[in-house]
C-alpha cells in the first residue's frame, strides 16, 4: 500500500477531463511510501508526495476498499461508520 485516499466512484471528469471506466478520481488522504510514483503521472503530478491532498486519476485494479471494524459503544452495541477511504496500491 502507498497511500490512503478517498474514492469518488460517480465522478466522471478529473480536471474537466472524462475518465475512463478503469479509472478513479481520488484524493490522497495519507502517505505511506512518500517516494512511490503514482500510476497515471501528469506535468504536476509524479510522486504520491505530489499528489497529496489533491485530486488524481488512480487505475482501478489497484484500488482496495478498506474495511471498517465496528466501533464498540457498550457490550452490546456497534457502531458501523462508512466511509469511501481505500488504500491505493502500486505495482512496481
Known amino acids: 500500500m ?3 485516499a478517498k474514492d469518488y466512484q460517480e465522478a466522471t471528469t478529473l480536471h474537466n477531463v472524462p475518465l475512463s ?11 505511506r511510501v512518500v517516494d512511490a510514483h503514482v500510476p497515471l503521472p501528469s506535468d504536476e ?19 482496495r476498499i478498506i474495511p471498517e471494524p465496528p466501533i464498540t459503544i457498550s457490550f452490546n452495541l456497534y457502531l458501523y461508520i462508512t466511509s469511501n477511504l481505500i488504500q491505493v496500491f502500486f505495482i512496481l
Open 2 to 4: 502507498v497511500v490512503i
Open 21 to 31: 471506466p478503469d479509472v478513479v478520481k481520488v484524493t490522497v488522504e495519507r502517505l
Open 45 to 63: 503530478v509524479i510522486t504520491v508526495s505530489d499528489a497529496f491532498q489533491t485530486f488524481v486519476a488512480w487505475p482501478r485494479h489497484l484500488i
